[in-house]
């Protein structure tokens, strides 16, 4: 959905003629997503008080970086849900093009498309169109410590699992872009299932938008452990205002704070989740899913 009305752009229209009537217009984000990927074995004992000493020491590290708001609330337990992802197997065919599947079931129950590229309107303007029920589509700005890219997605009820491309595009006809490779066989990344526990209920005042976190915890096939820890927050963009400056710059200092917590919190990798299990070596595929 656009944020903001496009009027401004038609002073340009006319004065590049009728060339111009074909070019995109702008895209503009429905909400922006900073997230890190923190040390699990943190959570392995106690998710609940680990999460309380984690907001504690992020809020300290806020404090040296002079942030002018404060972190409201505490994390609790929330969604949970079983997550898979599929791609070609050894070749990662969808990933290789910026495009990734994910179903949900649990708390949730549904199935995903989603483009991912650095370009925003390249983002925007490929389809993921959906044919499914209850479909809803949106545009996030996707941050980590060191990278940004622009996720468009559909995600709608989910029915069944796609085994082949050919079977993704009935779903979403907007993966129609992967029709050379329809034939191609489609099995769960990684070879393996994920649990995933959310914890929420912290936000914090950005001024004319609110920050609300997210911890995120990742248990693979079943473990009683969790093998992935990610701690976010998300900013969404308001229908008039869109982004101010000033929500800009102190979700730049959260951003900054998540990335450097100290106290051992944070790991190399910054990558994200799906990259993440992309790279997982499981016993299905010691060498790695694309290999």
């Known amino acids: 959905?656009?944020?903001?009305?496009?009027?401004?752009?038609v002073a340009g229209v006319l004065l590049l003629g009728s060339a111009a009537a074909h070019a995109n217009s702008p895209a503009y984000v429905d909400s922006k997503e900073y997230k890190a990927l923190i040390d699990p074995s943190r959570f392995a004992a106690n998710p609940s008080s680990a999460a309380a000493t984690l907001l504690s020491n992020l809020s300290a590290r806020l404090s040296t970086l002079g942030f002018d708001k404060t972190i409201?609330?505490?994390f609790s337990a929330g969604d949970r849900d079983t997550l898979t992802y599929i791609?070609?197997?050894?070749?990662?065919?969808?990933?290789?093009?910026g495009y990734s599947v994910r179903t949900r079931a649990g708390d949730h129950t549904d199935i995903q498309f989603k483009f991912r590229h650095a370009d925003e309107e390249l983002s925007y303007w490929t389809d993921v169109s959906g044919a499914g029920k209850n479909?809803?589509?949106k545009l996030e700005t996707d941050v980590?410590?060191?990278?940004?890219?622009?996720?468009?997605s559909t995600k709608q009820d989910a029915t069944t699992t796609p085994?082949?491309?050919a079977d993704l595009i009935?779903?979403?006809?907007?993966a129609s872009a992967l029709s050379d490779i329809s034939g191609s066989s489609l099995s769960k990344v990684a070879g393996?299932?994920?649990?995933?526990?959310?914890?929420?209920?912290?936000t914090s005042d950005l001024g004319q938008s609110v920050a609300e976190f997210t911890l995120t915890l990742w248990y693979v096939d079943g473990a009683t452990t969790p093998t992935l820890a990610e701690l976010s927050f998300r900013v969404e963009a308001d229908a008039d205002k869109y982004f101010t400056t000033p929500v800009l710059q102190r979700s730049q200092v959260l951003n900054q704070a998540i990335g450097s917590i100290g106290n051992s919190w944070n790991i190399a990798n910054d990558g994200g989740k799906t990259s993440w299990l992309y790279a997982y070596k499981s016993s299905s595929y010691p060498n790695g899913f694309c290999n």
Not at 1 to 9: A, F, G, I, N, T
Not at 144 to 152: D, K
Request: with cysteine.
């Open 72 to 74: 409201a609330g505490s």
């Open 1 to 9: 959905m656009m944020k903001r009305k496009l009027s401004s752009l």
């Open 135 to 137: 479909k809803e589509t």
């Open 163 to 165: 085994t082949t491309v």
């Open 87 to 97: 791609d070609t197997p050894h070749t990662c065919q969808l990933m290789s093009r």
């Open 144 to 152: 980590t410590p060191g990278n940004l890219v622009l996720a468009h």
């Open 192 to 202: 393996v299932t994920v649990t995933q526990q959310e914890y929420d209920g912290p």
């Open 170 to 174: 009935k779903q979403f006809p907007g």
